[in-house]
């Protein structure tokens, strides 16, 4: 079955690199997905990865995925106070997604 | 239309009363998604359709919840004699097709039931 792993809480000041991490446990998923929500909204689809890349770099963000040790992580350059969300990791599988529990960052001026 | 859009943003409601919620997805995806977001159990998918067809309801949580989508556009999620704990936030999203399964979300309906 497909298990999405987060941590919690990541405070970040602004100017600084954030970095968010996430396991999974389905290797046969095809893409991996990073989401942003803020407080009352949807999910925004931030950036992906497909499975058999192992680095993607999209302006401010880098994702490195290590299929290996099934860890997804995202690196967020230079944070802003509007980068201040909760961020989620997901998988696909099985025509749908499987989401982590989500990662808040709060990012201190 | 531009995005995902779902209506209406919020609902209130009376415990045993139906409610429909509804999803238009972005024009010219194939396939649509719900999933449901609440404190206690995150982010649930729900149910998906490739054009009408949901092959699959193992997601939806009661027999009280069902969904239909016609002419491979809009859809419709109505949950019947809702409870307490149907409280949440219905999520909709759509993808150009299950292959290409690059989800896109609407802002969501925030369903209270009192």
């Known amino acids: 079955g497909e298990d999405v792993e987060q941590s919690l809480f990541l405070s970040v000041r602004e100017g600084d690199s954030s970095v968010i991490n996430c396991t999974y446990t389905?290797?046969?998923?095809?893409?991996l997905y990073w989401y942003k929500q803020e407080p009352g909204a949807g999910l925004q689809l931030l950036t992906y990865?497909?499975?058999?890349?192992d680095m993607k770099q999209d302006q401010r963000l880098t994702v490195l995925l290590n299929k290996k040790d099934k860890h997804l992580s995202l690196r967020i350059a230079d944070t802003q106070t509007g980068d201040s969300a909760i961020y989620f990791c997901?998988?696909?599988?099985?025509?749908?997604?499987?989401f982590g529990k989500g990662n808040q960052v709060v990012v201190i001026p | 239309g531009a995005g995902v859009s779902q209506s209406p943003s919020n609902k209130v409601t009376e415990k045993g009363k139906d409610v429909e919620l509804r999803c238009d997805p972005i024009?010219?995806?194939?396939?649509l998604y719900w999933y449901r977001q609440s404190l206690g159990q995150g982010l649930e998918f729900l149910i998906y359709?490739?054009?009408?067809?949901?092959?699959?309801k193992s997601g939806l949580p009661s027999d009280r919840f069902s969904a239909e989508r016609t002419g491979g556009s809009v859809s419709t999620l109505t949950i019947q004699r809702t409870q307490q704990e149907d409280s949440a936030v219905y999520l909709c999203?759509?993808?150009?097709?299950?292959?290409?399964?690059?989800?896109?979300f609407g802002a969501g309906t925030r369903l209270s039931v009192l």
């Open positions: 999203a759509s993808s150009l097709d299950l292959a290409k399964n690059i989800q896109y």
């Open positions: 389905d290797s046969s998923s095809t893409y």
């Open positions: 990865i497909f499975s058999n890349m």
């Open positions: 997901a998988e696909d599988g099985n025509n749908r997604l499987a």
């Open positions: 024009s010219g995806h194939t396939a």
């Open positions: 359709f490739q054009g009408n067809s949901a092959p699959d």
